[in-house]
């Protein structure tokens, strides 16, 4: 399905040279995501539409965009893709709820979701993938799995679901950020099933769920029914960027287990790893609790959006905070991202400035240092209070900030 709007994105002179960093997890130091020429490719675990878009979704993608941003800065062209979730247990339970049809309500906020990002200037992937519209490519890599014995059908008379089998491959807990005795406890958390009878492991994941009453099916080989949601995310990876990506981003409620299931998945059929690098992106929090369905805290993109917030202004309260940190949302933040915002713009409204090449410098190098944005603001801002005369320079600045931060002055 379409994407969103892409925006032009200003070239800001010097950025060839040079790699992008992030943290990775599994050993604790900064390593060097993309190729050094040609192409990277990123896969983000996208929504499943049914509370779209609320600011720790737009914290994510906002975080997200600062790597696509940062690659293209650096000469390499970006192969993106991103899935929609659009059959899951969240978007059905809701669906039931509030007695909508689970299409309907999909197809609603999912277009929420592209006007958010498009209002954030968030460049979109190069297509959105539904998990309804690849039933058949789901379906195949279950079997391709089945045939490397990997995946199982559950002896139940009622409801034969079938598994991923976590011990036909190894590693399953690399670089995931839980130890072996947590791992049921957060797996079960997170929409898995230790308890289910008949498993042959309890951390198997489901990859195919037998239809029950009430609920959406496909007629497949492996029954009438729909799919578990890692296998969706490794069917759409695969078959849009190959093995050996470069990053697999999303949430860090995504560390597990959800990112290391597709990956083990991924390795049974490729032999290869699935992507070399993890981007995990911090919980934002609101009114002293993590922002979730069930408190009901959750601050929505296009509601601040019709309250008359600049998007600008909101992206700017977003990347003043570190990808991976945790945070809490407040007004006061977003009252100062707005302050900060007019500052920026009275800066690149003067028609002489500070020469623009330091601040260039800084803030490249900023965002190249594990997508330090907290560092690239100061940079601007410390840029927006020296007094300067060369003419060049607003225009420079306003180009860098657009291009690099995803800021329209
Ligand atoms: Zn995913």
Same mark, same amino acid.
């Given at each position: 399905?379409?994407?969103?709007?892409?925006?032009?994105?200003?070239?800001?002179?010097?950025?060839?040279?040079?790699?992008?960093?992030?943290?990775?997890?599994?050993?604790?130091?900064?390593?060097?995501?993309?190729?050094?020429?040609?192409?990277?490719?990123?896969?983000?675990?996208?929504?499943?539409?049914?509370?779209?878009?609320?600011?720790?979704?737009?914290?994510?993608?906002?975080?997200?965009?600062?790597?696509?941003?940062?690659?293209?800065?650096?000469?390499?062209?970006?192969?993106?893709?991103?899935?929609?979730?659009?059959?899951?247990?969240?978007?059905?339970?809701?669906?039931?709820?509030?007695?909508?049809?689970?299409?309907?309500?999909?197809?609603?906020?999912?277009?929420?979701?592209?006007?958010?990002?498009?209002?954030?200037?968030?460049?979109?992937?190069?297509?959105?993938?539904?998990?309804?519209?690849?039933?058949?490519?789901?379906?195949?890599?279950?079997?391709?799995?089945?045939?490397?014995?990997?995946?199982?059908?559950?002896?139940?008379?009622?409801?034969?679901?079938?598994?991923?089998?976590?011990?036909?491959?190894?590693?399953?807990?690399?670089?995931?950020?839980?130890?072996?005795?947590?791992?049921?406890?957060?797996?079960?958390?997170?929409?898995?099933?230790?308890?289910?009878?008949?498993?042959?492991?309890?951390?198997?994941?489901?990859?195919?769920?037998?239809?029950?009453?009430?609920?959406?099916?496909?007629?497949?080989?492996?029954?009438?029914?729909?799919?578990?949601?890692?296998?969706?995310?490794?069917?759409?990876?695969?078959?849009?960027?190959?093995?050996?990506?470069?990053?697999?981003?999303?949430?860090?409620?995504?560390?597990?287990?959800?990112?290391?299931?597709?990956?083990?998945?991924?390795?049974?059929?490729?032999?290869?790893?699935?992507?070399?690098?993890?981007?995990?992106?911090?919980?934002?929090?609101?009114?002293?609790?993590?922002?979730?369905?069930?408190?009901?805290?959750?601050?929505?993109?296009?509601?601040?959006?019709?309250?008359?917030?600049?998007?600008?202004?909101?992206?700017?309260?977003?990347?003043?905070?570190?990808?991976?940190?945790?945070?809490?949302?407040?007004?006061?933040?977003?009252?100062?991202?707005?302050?900060?915002?007019?500052?920026?713009?009275?800066?690149?409204?003067?028609?002489?400035?500070?020469?623009?090449?330091?601040?260039?410098?800084?803030?490249?190098?900023?965002?190249?240092? /594990?997508?330090? $944005? =907290? #560092? !690239?603001? @100061? +940079?601007?801002? &410390?840029?927006?209070?020296?007094?300067?005369? /060369?003419?060049? $320079? =607003? #225009? !420079?600045? @306003? +180009?860098?900030? &657009?291009?690099?931060?995803?800021?329209?002055?």
């Amino acid at each position: 399905m379409r994407a969103w709007e892409s925006v032009p994105v200003p070239t800001v002179p010097g950025g060839d040279d040079g790699a992008v960093a992030i943290y990775n997890a599994a050993q604790a130091r900064l390593l060097p995501v993309g190729p050094p020429a040609g192409t990277a490719r990123l896969y983000t675990c996208g929504i499943t539409p049914y509370d779209a878009t609320h600011l720790g979704h737009a914290f994510t993608y906002v975080s997200i965009d600062l790597l696509v941003r940062a690659w293209r800065d650096a000469g390499l062209e970006v192969r993106y893709a991103q899935n929609v979730t659009d059959v899951d247990d969240p978007l059905l339970e809701r669906a039931e709820a509030t007695g909508r049809d689970w299409r309907d309500l999909a197809v609603e906020q999912t277009e929420l979701y592209r006007a958010d990002m498009a209002a954030l200037r968030v460049l979109p992937p190069d297509g959105l993938t539904a998990v309804s519209a690849v039933m058949d490519d789901i379906t195949q890599t279950i079997q391709a799995l089945h045939e490397r014995q990997a995946a199982y059908q559950l002896a139940d008379p009622d409801y034969p679901d079938w598994y991923f089998s976590v011990t036909s491959t190894s590693n399953l807990l690399d670089g995931a950020p839980v130890s072996v005795p947590e791992a049921e406890h957060v797996f079960a958390e997170r929409g898995g099933d230790p308890e289910r009878a008949g498993k042959r492991h309890r951390l198997d994941c489901l990859v195919w769920r037998q239809q029950r009453p009430g609920e959406p099916g496909w007629d497949t080989p492996l029954g009438r029914g729909r799919p578990g949601w890692h296998i969706g995310c490794t069917t759409i990876a695969l078959n849009a960027l190959g093995p050996a990506f470069d990053v697999q981003a999303g949430g860090s409620d995504l560390a597990f287990p959800h990112h290391p299931m597709c990956a083990a998945e991924a390795r049974v059929l490729t032999g290869e790893p699935f992507a070399r690098a993890f981007l995990h992106t911090g919980m934002v929090s609101y009114a002293g609790e993590k922002m979730s369905k069930s408190l009901g805290n959750l601050v929505f993109v296009h509601q601040l959006r019709a309250d008359g917030t600049d998007p600008m202004a909101l992206r700017l309260a977003l990347l003043a905070h570190h990808y991976r940190s945790d945070w809490e949302y407040t007004a006061e933040e977003l009252a100062a991202a707005q302050a900060r915002l007019q500052r920026w713009q009275a800066a690149v409204a003067r028609p002489g400035a500070a020469p623009a090449d330091g601040v260039i410098t800084a803030v490249r190098a900023a965002l190249r240092n /594990d997508l330090d $944005a =907290p #560092a !690239a603001l @100061a +940079a601007v801002d &410390d840029w927006a209070v020296t007094p300067g005369s /060369d003419p060049a $320079a =607003p #225009a !420079a600045v @306003a +180009a860098l900030v &657009d291009a690099l931060l995803g800021v329209r002055l």
